[in-house]
């Protein structure tokens, strides 16, 4: 994830460039080997413009899935089985999430989480 520029949060198997970090939650997933992993905190203000860019890959091929969750500084949260926080999920729409099929699996979210007022910037033509 970039925000206003900066990678906050690398998430990959094998992190590249500099890692962001700082904390890593375990919510019961035993074949992730890195975990749940938090970057460093970024400040937002109601009502303001930021850059955020996600990047999704997945390579060689098999399973996926991907999870982008909110933490908000100083909020206090409940706790699942492993003292991880339940946190909001990151959404620019309002719904429900989808059904999941057999086998599939999330880690807990908090359902009644805001979405995120979203507006899509096309690149500029070189």
């Keep these: 994830v970039r925000f206003n520029g900066?990678?906050?949060?690398?998430?990959?198997?094998?992190?590249?460039?500099?890692?962001?970090?700082?904390?890593?939650?375990?919510?019961?997933?035993?074949?992730?080997?890195?975990?749940?992993?938090?970057?460093?905190?970024?400040?937002?203000?109601?009502?303001?413009?930021?850059?955020?860019e996600i990047l999704i890959g997945e390579q060689p091929g098999g399973e996926f899935f991907a999870d982008l969750l909110v933490e908000k500084a100083g909020a206090t949260y409940e706790k699942e089985s492993h003292g991880s926080p339940i946190l909001p999920i990151f959404r620019v729409a309002e719904g429900k999430m989808p059904a999941l099929k057999s086998g599939q699996k999330l880690p807990p979210f908090l359902e009644k989480s805001p979405p995120w007022r979203a507006e899509v910037m096309k690149p500029e033509k070189k």
Excluded: C, H
């Excluded at 992190?15 to 400040?43: Q, T």
């Design 6 to 52: 900066q990678i906050v949060l690398d998430g990959s198997w094998n992190p590249f460039g500099v890692s962001s970090v700082v904390a890593r939650y375990d919510y019961g997933f035993s074949e992730i080997p890195n975990k749940f992993v938090k970057g460093p905190a970024v400040s937002v203000k109601a009502g303001n413009f930021y850059d955020m």
